[in-house]
């Protein structure tokens, strides 16, 4: 049998189906993350969100990080987070909470863990100087609210929500003297206790307000959403988003010429419970925060706190003078 003729060279080898690359294995991952959010967050948070999202796909397929993103381990985010050294320290802390915050929706919550551990530190931020809202303020805004704004002003100031917990708060949610926010940021979870003198105001909307909201909605063929704020849109009893949240409670400000933006609310409450004697790792805690440095960001040192401060540590150590004297 007469041999086959050949090139001279190597017989060329089908090449092995190869692995699809993360940045097409995470796309469906990222949609389904981004469909949750969009039920908690503004159209504007999430489209930042879908950029960062998109630079993390990016980043993996260059350092060839597996597409299962359960699979992704500690050194695989300090991998990422390396190729991200050129951004802004303000820029570098939302792509790494985004990402945690994605890889924890998918069971995955190593971000956390190497925060929590210290072994993800991240540059600080600038930030400017802590805005609160004093008493005075807090009244007029009070008194000029809509019963479902004035709710929300009594949850933030009092509870130190943020905007997104805020509108997606459920009546379900509060049990035995507590409002469970079940997802807050970073995907992370935390229970904020109810005083009596909260609770009531809770009660007195629900029975009242929401309950005449959600009377004209069924009337009308509709039903109830759930949530804790409703209002009322083309006769049917909807939940407030995010971005309409905030522009609510913003144009009450503006209406007012109360200087005040919604996260006020939760910088205020910070500081009042700091005031009050409350430790920053209580605070931390309440405002769900992942460390705290960023709780201190939130408190703003006021003179009569350091003036007190100061005096008994002066006091005391007048005292210890006096009796060495003897």
């Not at 951004?87 to 190593?110: E, I």
């Not at 629900?206 to 959600?214: F, I, K, Q, Y």
């Not at 609310?265 to 405002?287: H, I, Q």
Request: positive net charge.
């Amino acid at each position: 049998m007469d041999e086959p003729p050949t090139t001279g060279g190597p017989v060329a080898q089908a090449a092995p189906p190869s692995a699809a690359p993360p940045s097409d294995t995470l796309e469906p991952l990222v949609e389904a993350y981004l469909r949750d959010r969009a039920t908690v967050r503004s159209p504007t948070t999430v489209g930042h969100e879908r950029s960062d999202l998109r630079a993390v796909a990016r980043a993996a397929t260059e350092l060839g990080l597996p597409g299962d993103v359960t699979r992704w381990a500690e050194p695989d985010v300090l991998a990422l987070k390396a190729q991200w050294g050129h951004l802004a320290p303000t820029t570098l802390q939302a792509r790494v909470a985004v990402l945690g915050s994605f890889l924890a929706f998918h069971g995955n919550d190593v971000v956390q863990v190497a925060r929590r551990r210290g072994r993800m530190p991240l540059p600080p931020a600038r930030h400017g100087p802590v805005r609160v809202v004093d008493e005075p303020a807090r009244r007029r805004l009070y008194a000029a609210a809509r019963p479902a704004m004035r709710m929300a002003l009594v949850l933030g100031f009092g509870l130190g929500l943020r905007l997104g917990e805020l509108a997606a708060a459920r009546l379900d949610d509060i049990r035995d003297g507590v409002l469970l926010v079940r997802r807050g940021k970073g995907g992370k979870g935390r229970a904020v206790p109810l005083g009596a003198e909260v609770e009531r105001e809770v009660r007195d909307y629900v029975e009242g307000h929401r309950a005449r909201v959600v009377a004209r909605a069924r009337a009308a063929g509709g039903g109830d959403p759930g949530t804790i704020l409703v209002h009322m849109y083309r006769g049917t009893a909807r939940s407030y988003c995010s971005m309409s949240l905030g522009v609510s409670l913003s144009a009450l400000g503006a209406r007012l010429g109360v200087r005040f933006s919604p996260h006020d609310m939760r910088r205020t409450f910070a500081t009042e419970l700091a005031d009050r004697g409350a430790g920053l790792e209580v605070v931390s805690e309440l405002l769900g925060h992942e460390d705290l440095e960023t709780t201190r960001r939130y408190v703003m040192v006021k003179p009569a706190r350091l003036r007190a401060g100061t005096e008994a540590h002066q006091c005391a150590i007048c005292e210890e003078i006096a009796r060495a004297r003897g």
